[in-house]
């Protein structure tokens, strides 16, 4: 409208509370994601073998079930810290392969199409758009790791009795702070990789690469130099070390944890300055 008209009135509507304004990036992405039918199927194959784990903790526990098979109850599988792992492992591989296709879309349009100047020419500032960009993964990847999990292990100590719940509490630790940490370091590769690589597919394709080429290159190093802390650069190996001490299950990494969590740490700081270099109000194009 003419501004010589002075019709126009500024915003006197209901203002979002600042803790949660970080949140309207998150809601909008993921009305794009989900616009995807191949996202929801993934999903929806990523909740089976939680939903397995659950029927056969049931199977565990009823006695009706095991005479009909004849099957003698200390002969099943034990609902134990072992099998909780190796939920989390094959939860965080799905987790891996659904970073690599909602991440690379989370920054790379919004830098394709010059949209970050009229992100920050609002209240609104790097961290709060980081925060819910990231948001997005966080929250998605948790929803098959962690919070399955959670459940499963309510289920188990709900049918195992309160003794069984409190001898093994510390496990719930281990099924929420394992995989969130395994997420937190994927969403911020993804936010990297989508934050310098605008084409989707080449973003996509080195999320993977990461892993599959840290994992050649640790072993190339260990072959050579004849030693194992090459294994550091493989995070699915850090990650495996860092679990087998949650869990308290031997993984046969051979890796130190303390020095699993130093490489997980340095992952991150990486892929933070990596953000903090391209996630900017401008760019200088040479």
């Excluded at 072992?82 to 591989?93: E, K, P």
């Excluded at 962690?146 to 003794?163: C, N, T, Y």
């Excluded at 969130?180 to 990789?193: D, R």
Aim: glycine letters at 8%; aromatic letters at 16%; hydrophobic letters at 55%.
């Amino acid at each position: 409208m003419a501004v010589y008209k002075r019709t126009y009135k500024g915003y006197a509507g209901a203002r979002t509370p600042e803790w949660s304004r970080f949140l309207i990036v998150t809601r909008y992405s993921y009305a794009r994601l989900f616009q995807s039918k191949f996202l929801i199927l993934f999903l929806t194959v990523c909740f089976f073998y939680p939903l397995g784990a659950a029927l056969f903790i049931y199977a565990a526990h009823n006695l009706s079930f095991l005479r009909m098979f004849r099957i003698p109850a200390g002969d099943l599988f034990a609902i134990d810290p072992r099998f909780f792992y190796f939920y989390s492992n094959f939860q965080g591989a799905m987790a891996y392969l659904l970073t690599a296709f909602a991440g690379p879309s989370l920054i790379s349009p919004d830098l394709t199409n010059n949209a970050l100047p009229l992100y920050f020419s609002r209240p609104f500032t790097r961290a709060e758009y980081v925060a819910g960009k990231m948001s997005v993964l966080l929250i998605l990847l948790s929803m098959i790791t962690w919070v399955p999990g959670l459940i499963l292990f309510g289920i188990q100590g709900d049918l195992a009795g309160w003794e069984w719940t409190k001898a093994n509490l510390w496990l719930a630790g281990a099924i929420i702070l394992g995989p969130l940490a395994w997420i937190t370091v994927l969403s911020l590769i993804a936010m990297a990789m989508s934050a310098w690589v605008k084409w989707r597919v080449a973003a996509g394709a080195l999320i993977l690469g990461v892993f599959f080429a840290g994992a050649g290159f640790g072993r190339a190093i260990n072959g050579v130099l004849r030693i194992q802390s090459g294994t550091l650069i493989d995070l699915t190996e850090v990650k495996s070390a860092i679990w087998g001490s949650m869990f308290r299950y031997d993984t046969g990494t051979g890796l130190d944890v303390s020095d699993a969590w130093i490489a997980l740490g340095i992952a991150s700081t990486l892929c933070l300055l990596l953000l903090v270099k391209k996630v900017r109000a401008l760019e200088i194009v040479k």
